[in-house]
């Protein structure tokens, strides 16, 4: 039954991920966190990130890692299976549409309606995981003893050396990762 679960939900994330990977945070975040439980905000936290890290598009790793998780190998499987399957579908049956159809303006008009949603649920996914770095999993809160200054410092120096040199991301992250590890082992 569980496996059955993890195929569901992770066909679910699949298929409503319209957007790409960083517009299925807030489903993933939804049916894994609040729905099912099967891991806490601090873990889906850190489950974004290492989905970024690692190659591959963040909705596959995140079923990887989540199915892992709770059904062990097999359900990593399953759960990854879940999710690529409706985008196999649905791309394979997009694609032979929009080359028959695509100088249609109808076509031209959908795409350009689509646009601020997949940037709105980007910038949804974006805030919530700011707000949990920030002030954990407690949420937004204007006290600002509850403010993680490490976080809001370290994320200040990524953004301004990201915009002012535009390295790698890549090398912010791995740096921001070590100066943030060695700071809480000092402490």
Known sequence: MLYLELFWVFMQVGALSIGGGYASIPI???????????????????????????????AVNSATFVGIQVGGILGGVIATMGCILPAMLIVSCLAFLYYRFRSLSLVQGVLGFLRPAVVALIASAGLSILIVTFWGTEGFNTDVSKLNLVAVILYGIGLFILRKFKPNPIFVILGSGAVGALFYLLL
Not at 30 to 57: H, N, Q
């Open 28 to 58: 993933l975040q939804s049916r894994v966190v609040e729905d099912k439980g099967w891991l806490t905000m601090t873990d889906f936290t850190d489950l974004i990130t290492i989905a970024e890290m690692t190659p591959g598009p963040i």
